[in-house]
């Protein structure tokens, strides 16, 4: 993203020492092309849902992480295609995280994400944190990622 604006904090009362809710909006660009991409992110809806839309010209992807399910609107075409997981286990995303850390380690693997890629990574969550403190949009610096 070239700016973030985000707004929340901790809203609830949550014993926690962190933002409970925030709804952050990224200003993104591909080729000539800029376009928005919203977050919402909070610990305080019930049920509480965990998913990603992606929308797009040609239909949206409906991603519910709690259900492991992946629905495909297709524009022109009534029903959803509807894709399930049933069999996958959550946990083992973490298991292989840890697994493939210490093959790094060890010098028998590479890791998936570049050190360029964490610096990014932790430009934009300065940049969205400081537009929380500011309630402004906030460009994002990444002098530090080249």
């Given at each position: ?44 809806q ?81 940049a ?6 500011q309630?402004?949009?906030v460009p ?7």
């Amino acid at each position: 993203p070239q700016r973030v604006m985000a707004m929340g904090g901790h809203l609830s009362d949550l014993a926690i020492e962190v933002e409970d809710v925030a709804s952050v909006l990224l200003e993104c660009q591909a080729g000539e092309t800029h376009f928005p991409v919203h977050l919402h992110l909070d610990y305080i809806q019930r049920p509480p849902r965990r998913g990603c839309q992606i929308i797009g010209e040609a239909g949206r992807l409906e991603i519910d992480l709690a259900a492991t399910t992946l629905r495909a609107f297709w524009n022109g075409v009534g029903q959803p295609e509807l894709h399930e997981f049933p069999d996958f286990q959550r946990n083992q995303l973490f298991l292989d995280e840890v697994q493939h850390f210490l093959a790094c380690l060890r010098g028998e693997a590479e890791p998936v994400v570049s050190l360029r890629d964490g610096v990014v990574s932790l430009q934009v969550a300065l940049a969205i944190r400081q537009s929380l403190a500011q309630g402004q949009v906030v460009p994002v610096d990444y002098a530090h990622a080249r």
